[in-house]
């Protein structure tokens, strides 16, 4: 077929080519004359548009083109060029890059090791002496020495540059076990437990350094990184905070962010083989993991404003965290004392609530309620102690202390916690139906 039309096509003679043309190029002339001058309008508007655009935008300039930002590119020479570092896109994101860099060399791992038992297996028959008895060995096991293994972790972080470490009390519980600190660098350090606060949830450790010799050949200890100490006083549900801990006693250092979610909270945990009471405590949403107990919760600004210290297991990112304004009475009094004290009644008791009031018929709705615990050596007046001495029995209701009712929000600990030993208390008691006042002096309870 194309070539019956290209044979056709080239007998065609030359003047019909030559009209053909003329034709179309009147054509052309016409269709211009109508819609040249709109065509040309709209070019120019266009060319304005363009012009403004770029005068309201100047500093827009075309991108070079990139290569892969995973891989360094090559130099005129040959040298590898690393590409540029990360820039933070929110004020908020690059205040807490900043604060993980600042705190996190004064962040540390807590491990604990312990003594065990090693047992090996072995056979024997349990009939040798029976002739004719088919011949079978039963397994048995036998303790073959002890092995230091490691039974747990926590955190801490550094609060002096001596190396004294605040982190749980339930961390470093075990007087038995052997603790050792992980710095974020990688180095161990044996610890020492200084001491662990009788009721809140903390405890002291000490590290030290190797000492190296100076140019003047003289041994020094070279400081340990600290953490800054906020204040917990003024503290607002919604500020955003920053947790870092040892997760799940694997993982170091590990950081989630989040906001205070909840505070003044009243809380019963558990581990370590006990349970205990936290009042006053910071609910968080910030992820605190198991091994996270001890680490610092972060403002923004780098400060310390509470000590991890439990987690809801039946709920998702429901953690808290031990206000840093009750640790640093503990932190003074070791470094001035190397103890921590307490003053101390001497009972126990249960805080009297409106369900409380129900459950066990009381005739009112506040108060403590003396008691005694589960087993005998739980008595509800401790031996020897103030308490005994002043007349308190089990059954008592402590209605008020100097005057002021004891409730939920005020509560009896919070009260005594305020007061040192050897103070004068006027206790407001209701017995058998009765109030009454007894005076009590405070005792001292220490670590």
């Known amino acids: 077929m194309t070539k019956t039309i290209k044979t056709k096509f080239q007998k065609l003679k030359k003047p019909l080519l030559i009209g053909v043309l003329l034709v179309i190029f009147c054509l052309g002339i016409f269709a211009g004359s109508i819609y040249g001058n709109e065509l040309w309008q709209g070019l120019k508007g266009a060319a304005r548009e363009v012009n403004n655009y770029l005068r309201v935008f100047p500093e827009i300039k075309p991108s070079p083109q990139t290569t892969e930002l995973s ?48 047992f090996e297996q072995y056979y024997e028959s349990p009939f040798p002496e029976l002739p004719g008895f088919p011949e079978f060995q039963i397994p048995q096991y036998r303790q073959k020495g002890t092995e230091k293994q490691e039974i747990g972790g926590g955190t801490g972080f550094v609060i002096s540059e001596e ?24 180095n161990k350090y044996p610890a020492k437990v200084l001491a662990r606060d009788p009721f809140q949830d903390l405890a002291i450790l000490k590290v030290e350094k190797e000492k190296i010799i100076d140019e003047e ?36 250092n590990t950081v989630s962010v989040g906001v205070i979610s909840g505070l003044g909270r009243t809380i019963t945990a558990s581990g370590a083989g006990i349970i205990e009471t936290l009042e006053d405590v910071i609910q968080t949403d910030a992820a605190i993991n198991k091994g996270n107990s001890g680490g610092p919760l972060l403002n923004l600004r780098g400060e310390v404003i509470g000590v991890n210290v439990a ?33 101390f009644l001497g009972i126990r008791y249960i805080l009297i609530t409106p369900e409380i009031q129900e459950e066990r018929g009381l005739a009112v709705d506040y108060g403590v309620l003396i008691v005694r615990g589960d087993t005998s050596q739980d008595p509800a007046i401790v031996p020897g102690s103030e308490a005994e001495k002043a007349g308190l029995k089990e059954g008592d209701i402590i209605l008020e202390i100097d005057g002021e009712r004891i409730t939920l929000e005020n509560s009896l600990a919070k009260l005594i916690r305020e007061r040192q030993p050897g103070d004068k208390l006027v206790l407001k008691i209701l017995r058998e139906e009765e109030e009454m006042t007894i005076e009590a002096f405070l005792g001292e309870k220490t670590s």
Do not use: C
């Open 71 to 118: 891989q360094p590119s090559a130099g005129t020479n040959g040298e590898q060029v690393q590409p540029p570092a990360y820039t933070p896109q929110t004020s908020q994101e690059e205040a807490i890059i900043r604060v993980v860099k600042e705190v996190s060399p004064a962040v540390v791992s807590i491990i604990i090791t312990k003594d065990l038992p090693v």
């Open 163 to 186: 190396g004294m470490i605040l982190t749980n009390r339930h961390v470093v519980i075990d007087q038995e076990a052997d603790y050792t600190v992980l710095t974020n660098d990688g």
């Open 217 to 252: 050949g003289e041994f020094i200890q070279k400081p340990f990184s600290v953490v800054k100490l906020g204040d917990s006083e003024n503290l607002q549900i919604g500020q955003t905070v920053i947790a870092i801990g040892n997760a799940l006693g694997e993982f170091r």
């Open 311 to 343: 987690m809801a297991q039946e709920a998702q990112s429901i953690g808290f965290a031990i206000l840093i304004n009750k640790a640093k009475r503990d932190i003074e009094q070791v470094k001035e004392t190397g103890k921590i004290v307490y003053p």
